[in-house]
């Protein structure tokens, strides 16, 4: 009998920390992207999303703690692992009196050439322009460029940071189908972003970042299975919410006229005894969606944003181009 061993994980971390001083960067990641994954990197700006990724491809150096990016040391082997990674940054700068088709030449003598069926396939399916400067182009046409030159080589490892900025709807779509044809090819993709409906579009699993620190990672539907109730009451005269925000599965509770609406974790229950002891008249329940359930993670978070690349200036640390991502 043949036994098939698992497929090493394409990132892992360490304990992975990076400090700016006494400022708060990423403290103590524990990081695993499976092979063959979509994997959604959640946070708001600031959260430490971007810092983690130019941790990962050595654009900056930890502080402590390790990363491996394709089994490979990221800080050793940091050369090797860009030319297997395709990376779309969220601050994109492109280099403005070079078109599209200089940019892929470019990038081609950095990591090795690319794959003309699948950049000609890309090129006519998003409608690329690459015979301008891209200092002639708008924000959604420099930004399908960099979807080109993240792709073009059919890396095993996708790394995309906030990458559908700019993009119409149309574009949108096309770029989720892509997102799911390559994890279907047997690659993997990193997808960070402050917006849920982007990831959950394509993610297989996610994880939340917050202040540095990571909040939970699981699938979508375990997330929509664990979000919280949200119940809407309904009363014939207004009643004291103090009792139901003393609930020990209340965690929120609004108050308007007659009506009660609350946030609920854990069983309803003692909600449902509680409200019937006054002159309920209407009560309606469902589940908090995923946007609701993400804030959940934020709301009365103490302190300040982290030094993540969103507060750097210019010349900030880790700050790099398209170009600079992928010099050999």
Not at 37 to 42: I, R, T
Not at 81 to 87: N, P
Request: glycine fraction near 10%.
């Amino acid at each position: 009998m043949t036994v098939i061993e698992p497929r090493a994980p394409v990132i892992e971390t360490d304990r992975l920390t990076k400090r700016y001083g006494s400022a708060r960067g990423i403290e103590d990641l524990d990081l695993v992207v499976d092979a063959g994954e979509v994997f959604g990197f959640l946070g708001p700006n600031g959260s430490g999303k971007s810092t983690t990724i130019r941790t990962l491809l050595d654009f900056q150096r930890p502080t402590s703690g390790s990363a491996r990016v394709l089994g490979l040391d990221s800080t050793r082997d940091s050369v090797a692992i860009r030319r297997r990674v395709g990376y779309l940054p969220g601050d994109l700068h492109l280099f403005d009196r070079m078109t599209g088709a200089d940019h892929l030449r470019w990038f081609d003598r950095a990591r090795g050439g690319h794959d003309p069926a699948l950049v000609s396939s890309l090129v006519a399916r998003f409608e690329i322009t690459l015979d301008r400067a891209v200092d002639q182009l708008s924000k959604g046409n420099r930004q399908k460029v960099g979807v080109l030159l993240a792709f073009a080589h059919r890396p095993d490892l996708v790394i995309l940071d906030e990458p559908t900025s700019g993009l119409d709807p149309l574009m949108q779509a096309q770029f989720d189908d892509l997102v799911r044809e390559t994890a279907d090819d047997g690659r993997s993709v990193l997808l960070s972003s402050h917006s849920l409906d982007e990831v959950q579009r394509v993610a297989d699993r996610v994880a939340i970042i917050r202040e540095g620190r990571l909040e939970v990672t699981d699938t979508i539907g375990h997330l929509q299975d664990r979000a919280p109730r949200l119940l809407h009451l309904s009363f014939g005269r207004p009643v004291d919410s103090t009792a139901f925000a003393e609930l020990d599965e209340v965690t929120t509770v609004a108050a308007a006229g007659n009506d009660l609406d609350l946030t609920v974790n854990g069983p309803i229950a003692p909600v449902l005894h509680l409200a019937l002891t006054h002159d309920l008249v209407d009560l309606t329940a469902r589940h908090a969606d995923l946007d609701e359930l993400f804030l959940t993670y934020y709301r009365g978070t103490p302190g300040g944003p982290s030094h993540d690349d969103d507060h750097l200036g210019a010349d900030g640390p880790g700050r790099a181009s398209a170009g600079e991502g992928h010099r050999s």
